[in-house]
Structures are given as C-alpha cells and as structure tokens.
C-alpha cells in the first residue's frame, strides 16, 4: 500500500529489481484497512498465492526463508504489506502465508526494500550464489 517518496529507498528497490527480473511491485493507494483490503484483492489474479506481511507472522532467518520460498515452487507468489493501520483480519486469515520481517515496525517504504532484498539473498541462496555469506 502505498507509494515509495524516499529516493534513497526507490534507488534502492530499483537496483533489486533489475536483478530479479519477472519481479513486479503494484502500488496500491493506501485509505483505510477495508478499502485497501478490497484494493489488495481486485488486484490479486486468480493464479497467484498471498502472502502477507505482518507483525505476527512468521520471522524467518535468510536461509530458512530461502527454503520456505522453494516449498511454493513456480507458483506466483503476492507479498502485500499493508497500510499505516496493517491488513484486515480477513485479509491474514485469506493469506496462504503470514510473514513478518521482524518483530520491528518499518515504514512500507523500508519493508519493501527489505523485502525486495530478501527475495534476492533468497534466490542467491538457491542458486549457492556468494551474494549470501552467512
């Protein structure tokens, strides 16, 4: 939810971008957690699998996230961070997964960027990539 004003953090999110390509980043406005719910799934296609980025979700290490993510295999995944207020209820309930990149509360403008950059350390992961050196 929301759009990215920082362009410390849109540099940032750019250069993750251009190395996973396929990636693609929806920007929905952000109002209040029932319309942004409804926003999130007129947005989702039929075919993809949503996960959701909260607070009280799993936390996960880098490696660990990595495996995770190759449990889903070649579905199309839809990583939604919520609003100011989070998602709704029955926006986490509908999630396949819950996520939470730690029990720290970021700006969506941060957790997209850290995001994006797990999703590149998981990649690396997989493909035994030195990017990770844990």
Same mark, same amino acid.
């Given at each position: 939810? *929301?759009?990215?004003?920082?362009? $410390? ?9 251009? =190395? ?8 929905? =406005? ?8 409804? &926003?999130?799934?007129? &947005?989702? +296609? ?14 996960? &290490?880098? %490696?660990?996230? @990595? ?8 579905? +199309?995944?839809? #990583? %939604?961070? *919520? *609003?100011?207020? *989070? ?5 986490? @309930?509908?999630?396949? $997964? +819950? ?6 509360? #970021? ?8 995001? %994006?950059?797990?999703? #590149? =350390?998981?990649? &690396?992961? %997989? ?6 050196? @844990?």
């Amino acid at each position: 939810m *929301g759009k990215v004003r920082r362009s $410390w953090i849109q540099d940032g999110i750019d250069l993750y971008l251009k =190395r996973l390509p396929g990636l693609t980043i929806s920007e929905l =406005r952000d109002s209040n957690p029932d319309k942004e719910a409804d &926003a999130i799934r007129a &947005a989702l +296609r039929p075919d993809e699998t949503l996960i959701a980025l909260m607070e009280q979700g799993d936390t996960l &290490a880098s %490696v660990p996230f @990595a495996r995770r993510l190759e449990q889903f295999g070649n579905q +199309r995944l839809a #990583f %939604v961070i *919520g *609003g100011a207020d *989070g998602l709704t209820a029955e926006l986490k @309930a509908q999630a396949k $997964w +819950r996520l939470s990149l730690s029990p720290m509360t #970021f700006p969506h403008e941060l957790a997209r960027l850290m995001l %994006v950059e797990q999703l #590149f =350390r998981a990649q &690396a992961i %997989v493909q035994g990539s030195p990017y990770h050196r @844990a």
